[in-house]
């Protein structure tokens, strides 16, 4: 079973967030997921965040505000999350975009599914 206990889902796109969201709950009921639309308020939310270890951010590379990459730059220059595990996903299976994300600090990274069945096998990547 997984040890994380919340996981971050930072995506703009509802319908994205619906089917990871079912795809997580199908794979592990216990996991609390926590929806945000951009990786700005995804830095404002997990500033509440007690146990890091317990916890996994998994965010879309392109958003508003503050994308994917500038997010995940910004929680590695934090001491307090800079261990965090992070998974960014995107659309594009751009072998040069996974590596920007390997570089900015991700631990893994997942071309977007286009079916619910590809949803829930990237979260029994991630949860289970």
Known sequence: ??????IYLADDDPDDRFLIMEAIRET???????EVTNGLELLNTIQQLTDPSQALILLDMNMPLMNGLEAIVAIRTNPIFS??????MST???PSLAERAF???????????????GF???AQQLVV
């Not at 079973?1 to 919340?6: A, I, L, R, V």
């Not at 261990?83 to 960014?88: F, P, S």
């Open 1 to 6: 079973m997984s040890s994380y206990k919340t």
């Open 28 to 34: 592990n009921k216990k996991v609390n997921v926590v």
């Open 83 to 88: 261990d965090i595990h992070a998974t960014m």
């Open 92 to 94: 594009s299976s751009d």
């Open 103 to 117: 570089k900015a600090g991700v631990n893994s990274y997942f071309t977007k599914p286009d079916t619910f069945e």
């Open 120 to 122: 829930v096998s990237m």
